[in-house]
Protein backbone atom coordinates (compact mmCIF):
# COMPACT_ATOMS: atom_id res chain seq x y z
CA UNK A 1 0.00 0.00 0.00
CA UNK A 2 1.73 3.06 -1.20
CA UNK A 3 1.41 6.03 0.72
CA UNK A 4 -0.87 8.98 -0.16
CA UNK A 5 1.30 12.14 -1.61
CA UNK A 6 1.65 15.49 -0.39
CA UNK A 7 0.45 18.40 -2.69
CA UNK A 8 3.68 18.90 -5.57
CA UNK A 9 2.38 21.85 -6.96
CA UNK A 10 2.80 24.98 -4.44
CA UNK A 11 0.25 26.31 -1.87
CA UNK A 12 -0.59 29.66 -0.48
CA UNK A 13 0.09 29.17 3.06
CA UNK A 14 -0.37 31.07 6.65
CA UNK A 15 2.91 32.87 6.87
CA UNK A 16 4.71 31.91 10.21
CA UNK A 17 7.43 34.05 12.26
CA UNK A 18 8.16 32.71 15.79
CA UNK A 19 11.59 32.23 17.42
CA UNK A 20 12.22 28.70 15.99
CA UNK A 21 9.43 28.67 13.09
CA UNK A 22 9.28 30.54 9.59
CA UNK A 23 6.88 30.10 6.85
CA UNK A 24 7.27 32.61 4.32
CA UNK A 25 6.82 31.13 1.00
CA UNK A 26 4.54 29.19 -0.88
CA UNK A 27 5.03 25.31 0.13
CA UNK A 28 6.36 23.65 -1.67
CA UNK A 29 8.36 26.83 -3.37
CA UNK A 30 8.86 26.49 -6.81
CA UNK A 31 12.17 25.82 -7.14
CA UNK A 32 11.85 22.87 -4.25
CA UNK A 33 9.93 21.72 -6.94
CA UNK A 34 12.21 21.75 -9.83
CA UNK A 35 14.50 19.66 -7.59
CA UNK A 36 11.72 17.01 -6.66
CA UNK A 37 11.17 16.36 -10.16
CA UNK A 38 14.48 15.79 -11.33
CA UNK A 39 15.04 13.65 -8.32
CA UNK A 40 12.23 11.70 -9.53
CA UNK A 41 13.62 11.50 -13.55
CA UNK A 42 16.54 9.17 -11.94
CA UNK A 43 15.40 8.08 -8.53
CA UNK A 44 13.47 4.94 -7.81
CA UNK A 45 9.79 6.12 -6.90
CA UNK A 46 10.16 4.26 -3.30
CA UNK A 47 12.59 7.71 -2.26
CA UNK A 48 9.17 10.10 -2.57
CA UNK A 49 6.71 10.34 0.20
CA UNK A 50 7.94 12.30 2.99
CA UNK A 51 6.56 16.13 3.35
CA UNK A 52 8.24 18.03 0.50
CA UNK A 53 10.91 20.17 2.23
CA UNK A 54 14.38 20.17 1.18
CA UNK A 55 16.24 19.99 3.80
CA UNK A 56 19.25 22.47 3.20
CA UNK A 57 20.52 23.49 6.63
CA UNK A 58 20.10 22.15 10.20
CA UNK A 59 20.97 23.75 13.80
CA UNK A 60 19.86 21.30 16.96
CA UNK A 61 16.16 20.96 17.02
CA UNK A 62 15.29 22.95 13.61
CA UNK A 63 15.66 22.30 9.98
CA UNK A 64 15.68 24.95 7.23
CA UNK A 65 15.25 24.94 3.57
CA UNK A 66 17.11 26.84 1.10
CA UNK A 67 13.84 29.65 0.64
CA UNK A 68 13.93 31.01 4.81
CA UNK A 69 11.55 28.72 5.84
CA UNK A 70 12.24 27.53 9.17
CA UNK A 71 10.75 24.03 11.00
CA UNK A 72 10.58 22.85 14.67
CA UNK A 73 11.91 19.36 14.03
CA UNK A 74 9.14 16.89 16.13
CA UNK A 75 11.27 14.15 13.89
CA UNK A 76 14.91 13.65 14.54
CA UNK A 77 15.27 12.80 10.89
CA UNK A 78 13.36 9.48 11.65
CA UNK A 79 14.47 9.13 15.14
CA UNK A 80 18.72 9.93 14.13
CA UNK A 81 19.52 13.26 15.35
CA UNK A 82 19.20 12.21 19.24
CA UNK A 83 21.91 14.66 20.19
CA UNK A 84 20.26 17.43 17.80
CA UNK A 85 21.31 18.41 14.10
CA UNK A 86 24.50 20.14 13.29
CA UNK A 87 26.35 19.70 16.62
CA UNK A 88 29.83 21.32 16.71
CA UNK A 89 31.64 18.65 18.95
CA UNK A 90 30.73 15.96 16.33
CA UNK A 91 31.14 17.88 13.22
CA UNK A 92 34.88 19.04 15.16
CA UNK A 93 35.32 15.22 15.36
CA UNK A 94 34.36 13.82 12.41
CA UNK A 95 36.89 17.06 10.97
CA UNK A 96 40.53 15.83 12.91
CA UNK A 97 39.43 12.42 11.61
CA UNK A 98 39.12 13.38 7.97
CA UNK A 99 41.77 15.54 8.28
CA UNK A 100 44.17 12.54 8.54
CA UNK A 101 42.92 11.17 5.55
CA UNK A 102 41.91 8.08 7.32
CA UNK A 103 38.43 7.91 5.59
CA UNK A 104 38.13 4.14 5.80
CA UNK A 105 40.07 1.14 6.94
CA UNK A 106 38.13 -2.11 6.07
CA UNK A 107 38.74 -4.04 9.32
CA UNK A 108 42.27 -3.10 10.10
CA UNK A 109 42.61 -1.56 13.68
CA UNK A 110 42.62 1.54 14.53
CA UNK A 111 42.04 4.61 17.61
CA UNK A 112 38.75 5.93 16.75
CA UNK A 113 37.52 2.27 17.19
CA UNK A 114 38.80 1.46 20.26
CA UNK A 115 37.31 4.79 21.84
CA UNK A 116 34.24 4.23 20.33
CA UNK A 117 33.81 0.57 21.77
CA UNK A 118 35.04 1.49 24.97
CA UNK A 119 32.50 3.92 25.19
CA UNK A 120 29.65 1.59 24.55
CA UNK A 121 30.81 -0.66 26.78
CA UNK A 122 31.13 1.93 29.63
CA UNK A 123 27.36 2.91 28.52
CA UNK A 124 25.75 -0.26 28.32
CA UNK A 125 25.04 -2.54 31.55
CA UNK A 126 28.43 -4.50 32.37
CA UNK A 127 27.05 -7.86 31.03
CA UNK A 128 26.49 -6.60 27.17
CA UNK A 129 30.60 -6.55 27.47
CA UNK A 130 31.33 -6.97 23.66
CA UNK A 131 30.65 -4.91 20.37
CA UNK A 132 30.42 -5.48 16.86
CA UNK A 133 30.28 -2.63 14.76
CA UNK A 134 28.12 -2.36 11.44
CA UNK A 135 26.51 0.21 9.08
CA UNK A 136 23.04 -0.05 9.16
CA UNK A 137 20.19 -1.03 11.38
CA UNK A 138 19.05 -3.83 9.63
CA UNK A 139 22.53 -4.85 9.26
CA UNK A 140 22.22 -5.23 13.20
CA UNK A 141 19.24 -7.30 12.61
CA UNK A 142 20.56 -9.95 10.63
CA UNK A 143 23.78 -10.48 12.62
CA UNK A 144 22.27 -11.02 15.90
CA UNK A 145 19.67 -13.80 13.89
CA UNK A 146 22.83 -15.37 13.04
CA UNK A 147 24.21 -14.97 16.21
CA UNK A 148 21.07 -16.51 17.57
CA UNK A 149 21.10 -19.17 14.96
CA UNK A 150 24.40 -20.36 15.64
CA UNK A 151 24.10 -20.19 19.43
CA UNK A 152 20.88 -22.90 19.02
CA UNK A 153 22.25 -24.50 16.26
CA UNK A 154 25.62 -25.44 17.74
CA UNK A 155 24.29 -26.78 21.24
CA UNK A 156 21.23 -28.28 19.67
CA UNK A 157 21.30 -29.49 16.17
CA UNK A 158 19.69 -28.03 13.11
CA UNK A 159 16.02 -27.81 15.06
CA UNK A 160 16.97 -24.99 17.03
CA UNK A 161 17.40 -22.05 14.25
CA UNK A 162 13.79 -20.62 14.57
CA UNK A 163 13.14 -16.60 15.34
CA UNK A 164 9.91 -15.88 16.95
CA UNK A 165 8.95 -12.11 16.50
CA UNK A 166 6.10 -9.67 16.84
CA UNK A 167 2.65 -8.90 14.54
CA UNK A 168 3.81 -5.09 13.57
CA UNK A 169 7.20 -5.46 14.08
CA UNK A 170 9.49 -3.55 11.99
CA UNK A 171 13.05 -4.66 11.95
CA UNK A 172 14.80 -3.16 8.53
CA UNK A 173 14.40 -3.52 4.64
CA UNK A 174 16.97 -6.60 4.08
CA UNK A 175 15.62 -9.37 3.35
CA UNK A 176 16.49 -11.17 6.67
CA UNK A 177 15.43 -8.01 8.63
CA UNK A 178 12.23 -7.87 7.00
CA UNK A 179 11.34 -11.77 7.30
CA UNK A 180 11.98 -11.26 10.98
CA UNK A 181 9.40 -8.11 10.47
CA UNK A 182 5.87 -8.26 10.75
CA UNK A 183 4.31 -5.84 9.16
CA UNK A 184 1.92 -7.58 6.49
CA UNK A 185 2.31 -6.16 3.28
CA UNK A 186 5.38 -6.21 3.93
CA UNK A 187 5.93 -9.40 4.28
CA UNK A 188 3.96 -10.57 1.00
CA UNK A 189 6.15 -8.01 -1.55
CA UNK A 190 8.99 -10.55 -0.52
CA UNK A 191 7.25 -13.09 -1.56
CA UNK A 192 9.13 -15.64 0.60
CA UNK A 193 7.53 -17.99 2.91
CA UNK A 194 9.95 -18.90 5.77
CA UNK A 195 9.20 -21.13 8.29
CA UNK A 196 11.86 -20.36 10.54
CA UNK A 197 10.68 -17.25 11.44
CA UNK A 198 7.21 -17.13 13.25
CA UNK A 199 5.13 -13.80 14.32
CA UNK A 200 2.87 -13.76 17.45
CA UNK A 201 1.13 -11.09 18.29
CA UNK A 202 2.99 -7.99 20.10
CA UNK A 203 0.84 -7.40 23.58
CA UNK A 204 0.41 -3.41 22.86
CA UNK A 205 -2.72 -3.27 25.19
CA UNK A 206 -4.76 -1.25 22.58
CA UNK A 207 -4.98 -3.41 18.96
CA UNK A 208 -3.97 -6.80 21.33
CA UNK A 209 -5.78 -6.37 24.47
CA UNK A 210 -4.85 -9.50 25.71
CA UNK A 211 -0.82 -8.57 27.19
CA UNK A 212 -0.94 -11.95 29.14
CA UNK A 213 2.12 -13.82 28.58
CA UNK A 214 -0.12 -17.30 28.67
CA UNK A 215 -1.54 -15.34 24.97
CA UNK A 216 1.85 -15.35 24.17
CA UNK A 217 2.24 -18.84 24.97
CA UNK A 218 -0.68 -19.88 23.04
CA UNK A 219 0.31 -18.14 19.91
CA UNK A 220 3.43 -20.20 19.73
CA UNK A 221 1.30 -23.19 19.97
CA UNK A 222 -0.98 -22.32 17.72
CA UNK A 223 1.99 -21.82 15.60
CA UNK A 224 3.52 -25.03 16.02
CA UNK A 225 6.64 -23.25 17.42
CA UNK A 226 7.69 -25.74 19.62
CA UNK A 227 10.14 -23.67 22.33
CA UNK A 228 13.01 -26.22 22.06
CA UNK A 229 13.24 -25.26 18.46
CA UNK A 230 13.00 -21.97 19.54
CA UNK A 231 16.86 -20.31 18.58
CA UNK A 232 15.75 -16.58 19.50
CA UNK A 233 12.94 -14.18 20.64
CA UNK A 234 13.30 -10.81 18.90
CA UNK A 235 11.34 -7.38 19.29
CA UNK A 236 11.67 -3.79 19.00
CA UNK A 237 12.00 -2.25 22.40
CA UNK A 238 8.91 -0.39 21.98
CA UNK A 239 6.99 -1.11 18.58
CA UNK A 240 8.39 1.83 15.81
CA UNK A 241 4.58 1.58 14.16
CA UNK A 242 2.77 2.59 17.02
CA UNK A 243 5.09 3.79 20.05
CA UNK A 244 3.81 0.63 21.98
CA UNK A 245 6.00 -0.86 24.82
CA UNK A 246 5.15 -4.32 26.16
CA UNK A 247 3.99 -4.55 30.05
CA UNK A 248 7.17 -5.24 31.86
CA UNK A 249 5.43 -8.34 33.56
CA UNK A 250 5.11 -9.43 30.13
CA UNK A 251 8.90 -8.99 29.51
CA UNK A 252 10.09 -10.65 32.89
CA UNK A 253 8.06 -13.57 31.75
CA UNK A 254 9.76 -13.52 28.49
CA UNK A 255 13.20 -13.50 29.93
CA UNK A 256 12.32 -16.34 31.92
CA UNK A 257 10.95 -18.19 28.96
CA UNK A 258 14.13 -17.37 27.17
CA UNK A 259 16.22 -18.65 29.72
CA UNK A 260 14.50 -21.86 30.30
CA UNK A 261 14.37 -23.14 26.35
CA UNK A 262 18.08 -21.64 25.60
CA UNK A 263 16.66 -18.96 23.50
CA UNK A 264 18.95 -15.57 22.87
CA UNK A 265 16.56 -12.54 24.19
CA UNK A 266 17.55 -9.51 21.23
CA UNK A 267 15.77 -6.28 21.77
CA UNK A 268 16.00 -4.30 18.38
CA UNK A 269 16.93 -0.51 20.06
CA UNK A 270 17.56 0.78 16.66
CA UNK A 271 14.89 3.65 17.31
CA UNK A 272 15.18 3.29 21.20
CA UNK A 273 18.51 3.50 22.04
CA UNK A 274 20.65 6.21 23.28
CA UNK A 275 18.40 8.56 25.44
CA UNK A 276 15.21 8.19 23.50
CA UNK A 277 13.01 6.34 26.04
CA UNK A 278 14.79 9.08 28.90
CA UNK A 279 17.24 5.97 30.01
CA UNK A 280 20.34 5.33 28.02
CA UNK A 281 18.47 2.23 26.08
CA UNK A 282 14.49 1.69 26.16
CA UNK A 283 15.06 -1.69 27.67
CA UNK A 284 16.34 -0.56 30.70
CA UNK A 285 12.57 0.40 31.39
CA UNK A 286 11.29 -2.76 31.38
CA UNK A 287 14.08 -3.87 34.48
CA UNK A 288 15.52 -7.12 31.89
CA UNK A 289 18.83 -7.84 30.80
CA UNK A 290 18.55 -8.81 27.38
CA UNK A 291 21.47 -11.10 25.49
CA UNK A 292 22.17 -9.03 22.69
CA UNK A 293 20.70 -5.67 21.50
CA UNK A 294 20.92 -3.94 18.23
CA UNK A 295 21.49 -0.41 17.90
CA UNK A 296 21.47 2.39 14.94
CA UNK A 297 20.13 5.07 14.01
CA UNK A 298 20.82 7.52 17.16
CA UNK A 299 23.99 5.94 17.97
CA UNK A 300 25.83 8.63 15.51
CA UNK A 301 22.85 11.64 15.60
CA UNK A 302 23.69 11.39 12.02
CA UNK A 303 26.40 9.18 10.56
CA UNK A 304 25.94 5.37 9.07
CA UNK A 305 26.72 3.28 11.91
CA UNK A 306 25.21 0.78 13.63
CA UNK A 307 26.05 -2.22 16.15
CA UNK A 308 25.63 -5.33 18.16
CA UNK A 309 26.20 -5.28 21.81
CA UNK A 310 25.89 -8.67 23.59
CA UNK A 311 27.06 -11.09 25.81
CA UNK A 312 30.61 -12.49 25.05
CA UNK A 313 30.22 -15.63 24.73
CA UNK A 314 27.27 -15.15 22.38
CA UNK A 315 29.55 -12.33 20.82
CA UNK A 316 32.18 -14.52 19.97
CA UNK A 317 30.57 -17.31 18.43
CA UNK A 318 32.24 -16.46 14.87
CA UNK A 319 35.90 -17.10 14.32
CA UNK A 320 38.70 -14.56 13.35
CA UNK A 321 37.25 -13.52 10.06
CA UNK A 322 33.95 -15.23 9.96
CA UNK A 323 31.78 -11.83 11.33
CA UNK A 324 32.75 -8.83 9.54
CA UNK A 325 31.86 -6.18 7.26
CA UNK A 326 33.62 -3.88 4.80
CA UNK A 327 32.50 -0.60 6.68
CA UNK A 328 32.48 -1.90 10.24
CA UNK A 329 34.09 0.66 12.28
CA UNK A 330 34.46 3.32 9.51
CA UNK A 331 36.90 5.91 11.35
CA UNK A 332 34.80 9.14 10.78
CA UNK A 333 31.75 7.20 11.78
CA UNK A 334 33.23 5.64 14.53
CA UNK A 335 34.50 9.43 15.25
CA UNK A 336 30.68 10.64 15.53
CA UNK A 337 29.49 8.39 17.16
CA UNK A 338 31.81 8.56 20.33
CA UNK A 339 31.52 12.71 20.28
CA UNK A 340 27.17 12.07 20.01
CA UNK A 341 27.66 9.90 23.23
CA UNK A 342 29.58 12.76 24.94
CA UNK A 343 27.37 15.57 24.14
CA UNK A 344 24.28 13.13 24.99
CA UNK A 345 26.07 12.75 28.51
CA UNK A 346 27.40 16.28 28.99
CA UNK A 347 24.43 17.90 28.48
CA UNK A 348 22.07 15.31 30.27
CA UNK A 349 20.00 14.69 27.14
CA UNK A 350 19.12 11.20 28.97
CA UNK A 351 17.47 13.10 32.00
CA UNK A 352 16.07 15.83 29.30
CA UNK A 353 14.37 12.87 27.29
CA UNK A 354 12.79 12.07 30.50
CA UNK A 355 11.93 15.40 31.64
CA UNK A 356 10.38 16.25 28.57
CA UNK A 357 9.09 13.43 27.90
CA UNK A 358 6.11 13.86 30.91
CA UNK A 359 5.59 17.30 29.25
CA UNK A 360 5.06 15.17 26.01
CA UNK A 361 3.02 12.96 27.38
CA UNK A 362 1.25 14.83 29.38
CA UNK A 363 -0.16 17.13 26.45
CA UNK A 364 -0.61 14.17 24.44
CA UNK A 365 -3.08 12.37 26.95
CA UNK A 366 -4.90 15.53 27.67
CA UNK A 367 -5.42 15.97 23.88
CA UNK A 368 -6.27 12.18 23.61
CA UNK A 369 -9.00 12.74 26.50
CA UNK A 370 -10.59 15.56 24.01
CA UNK A 371 -10.36 14.28 20.49
CA UNK A 372 -12.28 10.88 19.42
CA UNK A 373 -10.64 10.21 17.02
CA UNK A 374 -7.20 10.04 18.94
CA UNK A 375 -7.21 5.57 19.75
CA UNK A 376 -4.07 5.96 21.81
CA UNK A 377 -0.58 7.75 22.73
CA UNK A 378 2.42 5.37 23.71
CA UNK A 379 5.56 5.84 24.08
CA UNK A 380 8.00 6.79 26.77
CA UNK A 381 10.61 9.55 27.10
CA UNK A 382 10.35 11.58 23.91
CA UNK A 383 8.90 9.52 21.46
CA UNK A 384 5.12 9.30 21.17
CA UNK A 385 3.06 7.24 18.51
CA UNK A 386 -0.19 8.89 18.23
CA UNK A 387 -3.12 6.60 16.69
CA UNK A 388 -5.53 8.56 14.96
CA UNK A 389 -8.83 6.20 14.48
CA UNK A 390 -12.42 6.47 13.24
CA UNK A 391 -14.44 7.75 16.23
CA UNK A 392 -15.67 5.08 18.51
CA UNK A 393 -13.53 2.30 16.66
CA UNK A 394 -9.83 1.23 16.67
CA UNK A 395 -9.97 1.35 13.16
CA UNK A 396 -6.94 3.40 12.00
CA UNK A 397 -7.54 6.38 10.34
CA UNK A 398 -4.89 7.08 7.49
CA UNK A 399 -6.24 9.86 5.19
CA UNK A 400 -7.03 11.78 9.11
CA UNK A 401 -3.44 11.56 9.81
CA UNK A 402 -1.71 12.76 6.76
CA UNK A 403 -4.16 15.70 6.67
CA UNK A 404 -2.79 16.18 10.05
CA UNK A 405 1.07 15.92 9.20
CA UNK A 406 -0.13 17.97 5.71
CA UNK A 407 -0.97 20.72 7.88
CA UNK A 408 2.40 20.32 10.42
CA UNK A 409 4.75 21.21 7.39
CA UNK A 410 2.63 23.95 6.53
CA UNK A 411 2.78 25.36 10.04
CA UNK A 412 6.27 25.01 10.41
CA UNK A 413 6.47 21.81 12.53
CA UNK A 414 8.37 18.70 10.95
CA UNK A 415 6.70 15.21 11.28
CA UNK A 416 7.90 12.45 8.86
CA UNK A 417 4.73 10.47 7.42
CA UNK A 418 2.09 8.90 9.34
CA UNK A 419 3.56 4.98 10.09
CA UNK A 420 1.81 2.10 11.73
CA UNK A 421 -1.57 -0.12 10.54
CA UNK A 422 -3.00 1.81 7.89
CA UNK A 423 -0.91 4.71 8.00
CA UNK A 424 -2.61 6.16 11.21
CA UNK A 425 0.32 6.76 13.50
CA UNK A 426 1.80 10.11 13.58
CA UNK A 427 4.94 9.93 15.62
CA UNK A 428 6.80 12.50 17.56
CA UNK A 429 10.22 12.51 18.72
CA UNK A 430 12.15 15.27 18.35
CA UNK A 431 15.84 15.76 19.05
CA UNK A 432 16.85 15.50 22.62
CA UNK A 433 18.32 18.67 22.80
CA UNK A 434 14.99 20.50 22.19
CA UNK A 435 14.16 23.02 24.98
CA UNK A 436 10.26 22.91 26.98
CA UNK A 437 9.49 26.45 24.82
CA UNK A 438 10.52 24.67 21.70
CA UNK A 439 8.41 21.61 22.80
CA UNK A 440 4.86 23.01 24.13
CA UNK A 441 5.35 25.77 21.31
CA UNK A 442 5.38 23.00 18.89
CA UNK A 443 2.90 20.81 20.94
CA UNK A 444 0.48 23.81 20.70
CA UNK A 445 0.61 23.91 17.01
CA UNK A 446 -0.17 20.34 16.96
CA UNK A 447 -3.40 20.08 19.18
CA UNK A 448 -4.68 23.27 17.28
CA UNK A 449 -4.06 21.24 13.65
CA UNK A 450 -5.76 18.08 15.01
CA UNK A 451 -8.98 19.78 16.20
CA UNK A 452 -9.19 21.61 12.80
CA UNK A 453 -8.66 18.82 10.67
CA UNK A 454 -10.69 16.44 12.62
CA UNK A 455 -13.47 18.84 12.94
CA UNK A 456 -13.50 19.42 9.11
C1 LIG B 1 13.20 -0.52 14.98
C2 LIG B 1 14.03 -0.53 13.72
N1 LIG B 1 14.85 -1.56 13.49
C3 LIG B 1 15.61 -1.61 12.40
C4 LIG B 1 15.55 -0.62 11.44
C5 LIG B 1 16.40 -0.70 10.20
O1 LIG B 1 17.41 0.26 10.25
P1 LIG B 1 18.08 0.76 8.89
O2 LIG B 1 17.06 1.56 8.16
O3 LIG B 1 19.25 1.59 9.37
O4 LIG B 1 18.52 -0.45 8.16
C6 LIG B 1 14.70 0.46 11.63
C7 LIG B 1 14.61 1.54 10.63
O5 LIG B 1 13.71 2.33 10.59
C8 LIG B 1 13.91 0.51 12.80
O6 LIG B 1 13.07 1.52 13.04
Redesign the pocket.
Same mark, same amino acid.
Given at each position: MAAPAYPHEPQIVPLVETEWRSIRTPLPHPEALQLLNRLALHEARSMLGQPPIIWHRAHRFTVEDPHGNRWIDFSSG??VANAGHGRQWIRAAMEEELGKGLHHSYCFPHQARLDLVEKLAEVAPPYLNKVFLLT????A?ECAIKIARRYGTDRHGDKKKRIVSFVNA????TLG @?QLAGGIPHLKEWIHQEDPTFVQVPFPDGFANENTTFEAFLAALESRAARPDEVAGVLL?TYQ?ATGSFAPADFMKSLRAWCDRNEAALIL?E??AGFGRCGRWFGFERYGIEPDLI?C??GITSGMPL @?AVIGRGYLMDLFGHGEMTSTHSGNPICCRAARASIEVIEAEGLVENSERLGRVLGARLDALGKEMPNIGASHGKGLIRGIRFVKPGTKEPDGPTAHAITRRCYESGILTFAPVGPGGGTIKLNPPLCITEEALEEGLAVFADIVREVCAA
Open positions: VLTGSEIFHGR @SEGDVQCGK @S
